[in-house]
């Protein structure tokens, strides 16, 4: 068997172990995928018209702020379920699975790519659903075309897998499971302070340049242009270099923790 067929045979193994065990534990993958929803009802039935009319929505009309809040919401989704892998990482590190791995005759790859395709596989399937509310309460993306939609979907992968696989470094360098939850806490937080619930033009000054050129800014714009037709600019390529950028560290990181010499 050559050693990509064992690399492959290694991630599936690993990917249906990190998948049985996101469905023994459900609790914490509830946690993460309800909070994107809880948020989206609070904006859109609590704070609806006034957040609307700061949009130019109008006071009477939610829709125009349903269509500008669930591609932040949506990105926020992606942002949470990384947080859960980080602690998930972690708690296999403290029990000590993590340095069976390294004794056990596998592809040494296959640990963490298993880890991260299910966390990706598990952040499409909570957007699914947190997008299934959002329609279900009146998004709708008339204008998009099939490709769009497409990319789309290619944009939301890519975040997920850069913040995945920094998620996966922060779990191994975490000395506790606690620890990783706290440690994990900005890629819950970076998308509050982005342009998810207002413009950025509508922040205190101050506060524009973290706004505007943190990751989930771009990300979520993009999104907003390909579902919405807004206009996209820069973002897009922004937003491909930051996914990229993160992508390459947090793998560097988690390979590198993951071959050290556990003494």
């Known amino acids: 068997m050559s050693s990509l067929s064992l690399a492959v045979r290694d991630s599936a193994t ?28 609070l904006f859109v039935y609590v704070f609806g018209d006034v957040m609307s009319a700061g949009i130019g929505g109008g006071g009477a009309d939610r829709s125009a702020y349903i269509a500008y809040l669930v591609p932040g919401i949506l990105l926020m989704t992606i942002g949470g379920t990384p947080a859960g892998t980080a602690v998930s990482t972690a708690m296999d590190m403290t029990e000590g699975i993590i340095a069976r791995f390294r004794t056990m005759a596998i592809h040494r790859g296959s640990v963490l790519i298993g880890r991260v395709v299910g966390s990706v596989l598990q952040a499409v399937v909570s957007v699914v659903l947190v997008g299934a509310v959002a329609v ?14 497409l990319a789309a979907l290619g944009l939301l992968v890519l975040v997920a897998t850069a913040f995945t ?21 900005p890629m819950i937080v970076l998308p509050l302070l982005s342009s998810a619930f207002v413009p950025v033009d509508a922040m205190p000054g101050w506060f524009q340049p973290f706004a505007e050129y943190q990751p989930f800014t771009p990300a979520i714009e993009t999104l907003r242009g390909l579902l919405l037709g807004s206009e996209i600019g820069d ?25 050290r010499d556990p003494r």
Do not use: K, Q
């Open 14 to 41: 690993m990917l249906r172990r990190n998948l049985l065990h996101t469905r023994r534990y459900p609790s914490l993958t509830l946690n993460l995928l309800l909070t994107p929803i809880v948020l989206l009802l």
């Open 235 to 259: 973002n897009g390529w922004i937003t491909v270099l930051w996914c990229l950028g993160l992508a390459a560290l947090g793998y560097r990181w988690s390979a590198s923790l993951f071959n």
């Open 165 to 185: 696989w920094i998620a996966v470094g922060i779990g191994m360098a975490s000395p506790t499971v606690e620890a990783a939850s706290n440690n994990a806490m």
């Open 136 to 149: 279900a309460i009146g998004f709708r993306s008339a204008d998009a075309t099939a490709v769009e939609w």
